[in-house]
């Protein structure tokens, strides 16, 4: 796993956070299942699981590319929007227009993927020398503090997690500025499977039990407890109603 916000961090080695939460108390359910969870960079996290050599990728949104190699369970919506810091410049309302303006760089995190009209954006960016590539949302967040980029593109409750759990960075959270873009809508969002190093039996067995969480309202849950209040809106919504 990879640092993320209130989703994903470690304290002293341990994962904690929602989706460590979820996935022990999926654990202490089944009685069966034990999860090693281990602290390495989002882009490094994306290799060992194309390779084989980690068995889940969470949180992750659906691609084709990791539909070829693994099974794709939903837990919640979420949708990406520009982030700025207190900036009374324009924000542009689209990637097709962020994209026409010469100047204007994104800082964002290796590895990551909101859909297709994102990740066609995030490559035009790269060749034309105006994207700050990260690890992790901290190192976005710093990127944006320093003035290297003008803004990113995640979901809000991302960086918004970011902030409260890192101290240094927390003052940055009353600057914060939440824009949505055209092309980005809701999508789901929860982890994949792999089928590379998972057989199909440990696979049902995770997949039922993740889907009951999310049907039952307890990753919704996870998220309102560790969220400050009002903060999930834009961002984030139940998979079901």
Known sequence: ??????SVSFEDGRAQGIYPTLL??????????QFDMHRVPRARL???????QADMLVPASATPARDAIAEFVPLIQVRASLLTLDTDAPVPRSLAELLARPDYKLAVVRGFSFGAA???????????????EEADPSGVARALRQGLAHATVMTASILVGTLV????LTP??????VEPLEELGWHASGLYLSRRSLNEADRRTLRQALAQAARSGRIWQLFNELHPPGSLGVSIRPLTP
Not at 1 to 6: E, K
Not at 118 to 132: C, E, G, K, P, W
Not at 172 to 177: D, E, G, N, V
Request: net charge positive; hydrophobic share 40%.
């Open 1 to 6: 796993m990879s640092p993320i916000g209130l």
């Open 24 to 33: 022990r108390e999926v654990a202490a359910a089944d009685g069966r299942c």
């Open 46 to 52: 994306q290799s060992l699981f194309d390779a084989g």
């Open 118 to 132: 994102y990740d066609s954006t995030i490559a035009t960016l790269r060749q034309r020398q105006r994207l700050v």
């Open 165 to 168: 759990v890192d101290g240094e």
């Open 172 to 177: 940055l959270l009353k600057r914060l500025r």
